[in-house]
């Protein structure tokens, strides 16, 4: 059985969270032909980190990610839930993130906790491919 650790990896201000697998009987990629029998396999699914502007400005900026074939799980949510706690901690009064427009999973877990769209860049970032992408910002006030 598969199941996701519920500690998030505290690394200065970037979490991990790892799923956790029995061994080769779990049929996923990292368990296939590297672990034993038994043994526990673990991949990292998602990672977000948190820059904050203290104490001039106190916004934590939020950037996350969660890789291909876990999203949906519970992922996404865990990590936010996380960054939204650490920003508390350290006394942020907002925390503000971007997203791409065409990512309607990630801006429904944004606004599922609260997060508001407070701008919109065009064209803004340079792609490998030669396109220059749209993001959306979003900020959420912690204050309230």
């Known amino acids: 059985m598969t199941k996701y650790l519920v500690i998030l990896v505290v690394i200065g201000v970037v979490w991990a969270l790892w799923r956790q697998g029995q061994g080769k009987g779990d049929g996923s990629p990292q368990a296939r032909g590297r672990a034993r029998p038994g043994s526990v396999a673990q991949e ?3 990672c977000a980190h948190c820059g904050l502007h203290l104490p001039r400005y106190r916004v934590a900026d ?3 990610n969660v890789k291909d074939g876990y999203r949906g799980q519970g992922v996404g949510s865990a990590l936010v839930e996380r960054a939204l706690l650490w920003a508390r901690e350290v006394g942020a009064h907002k925390i503000a993130l971007q997203h791409w427009p065409h990512n309607t999973a990630a801006r429904a877990l944004y606004e599922k ?3 508001e769209q407070e701008g919109y860049l065009r064209r803004h970032y340079p792609r490998n491919s030669g ?5 959306v910002v979003m900020g959420l006030l912690l204050d309230d």
Do not use: S, T
């Open 44 to 46: 990292m699914v998602g």
């Open 62 to 64: 939020l950037g996350m």
């Open 113 to 115: 906790y609260g997060f």
């Open 131 to 135: 396109e220059i992408w749209d993001a």
